[in-house]
Nanobody
Framework: QVVLVESGGGMVQTGESLKLSCSVS????????IVWFRQAPGKEREFVAG????????LYAESVRGRYSISRDNAKNTGFLQMTSLTTEDTAVYYC??????????????????WGRGTQVTVSS
């Protein structure tokens, strides 16, 4: 059983930073694509960032490019999302997801078979 657990969320002010972690158990992430999605109240879940299991491909949503950085530590079986210059528009529940069945990372929710429960990020002005 693969379990993903996010941590690091919280409440910050505009312009501040947060670093989210995604701890994976039940399978080595060496062969898992690790991605992050977020969902704001009343909105659909949207892709934020992704890192392929080989680390070859990194993908960011346009709204976070240049402010967010995704990384992975295979030795710790953990993925990370460093978020800087946060704005109120970044307020959402952030989800870590993973897949071992797709060939390359995508931005589609339905492509990922493993999901965490999410961590709340709230940015106040």
């Amino acid at each position: 059983q693969v379990v993903l657990v996010e941590s690091g969320g919280g409440m910050v002010q505009t312009g501040e930073s947060l670093k989210l972690s995604c701890s994976v158990s039940g399978r080595t992430i060496n062969y898992l694509h690790i991605v992050w999605f977020r969902q704001a109240p009343g909105k659909e879940r949207e892709f934020v960032a992704g890192a392929s299991y080989g680390g070859v491909r990194i993908l960011y949503a346009e709204s976070v490019r240049g402010r967010y950085s995704i990384s992975r530590d295979n030795a710790k079986n953990t993925g990370f999302l460093q978020m800087t210059s946060l704005t109120t528009e970044d307020t959402a529940v952030y989800y870590c997801a993973a897949s071992g069945r797709i060939v390359e990372i995508t931005t589609r929710v339905q492509d990922y078979e493993f999901w965490g429960r999410g961590t709340q990020v709230t940015v106040s002005s």
